[in-house]
Nanobody, 116 residues
């Protein structure tokens, strides 16, 4: 069974930092691009960043220069380092495969709240 467990969220002041972690099932992690998504209250889920199996990264314009995605292939983990957080970054953050065709069921996500 595919499992995704996100952690590391919390309450932080604007300008602060958080590091999110995702423990991913090997079924979807191995040889596949992994991504972080977020869903703010009342809004649709959006792609924040992704990283290919080879380490190539891509970011949404809204987080470029502030967030860093990384992966540990040995530990089957995906991370999101979030710096200079803004109130508009407040959302529930999820990880999953980038490709819809291999995406597993969504985990519970981790709440990130940024106060102004």
């Amino acid at each position: 069974q595919v499992q995704l467990v996100e952690s590391g969220g919390g309450l932080v002041q604007a300008g602060g930092s958080l590091r999110l972690a995702c423990a991913a099932s090997g079924v979807i992690f191995i040889n596949n691009a992994m991504a972080w998504y977020r869903q703010a209250s009342g809004k649709e889920r959006e792609l924040v960043a992704y990283i290919t199996s080879g380490g190539t990264t891509n970011y949404a314009e809204s987080v470029k220069g502030r967030f860093i995605i990384s992966r540990d292939n040995a530990r089957i983990m995906v991370y999101l380092q979030m710096n200079n957080l803004k109130p508009e970054d407040t959302a529930v953050y999820f990880c999953n495969a980038l490709s819809r065709d291999i995406r597993g069921s969504w985990g519970q996500g981790t709440q990130v709240t940024v106060s102004s």
